[in-house]
């Protein structure tokens, strides 16, 4: 089943939401984020798309996720950065302040 931006991006939300009010499904998002995405959506995720989720320190407002070191990229990787979805997570923290985990599509 394929997924828009509209649908990642409601799911994303829907993942956001559900994460600050239950533990458990909290947990289920940091172990295994498609399932998650499916649990939300009740879509499919693309196995080939790996998302992974971090938890923000105690007592720091915003977590960054540096790039790898700059070197030359495998087949995989080239195949992953050619073309696909790019989500802003600065953007999505600034226009709603309770989102505190940075998610990097890779």
Known sequence: ????????????????????????????VLENPGQAFQEVSGKEFPKNLIVKFIENSSGVDMTFVLPALEGELNEVELDKVAGGVFCNPTLLSLTNPTLRTTTYLT
Do not use: G, H, P, T
Request: glycine letters at 0%.
């Open 1 to 28: 089943m394929n997924w828009s931006q509209e649908d990642f991006n409601q799911a994303l939300a829907a993942i956001y939401k559900k994460a600050v009010q239950d533990e458990s499904f909290r947990e289920l």
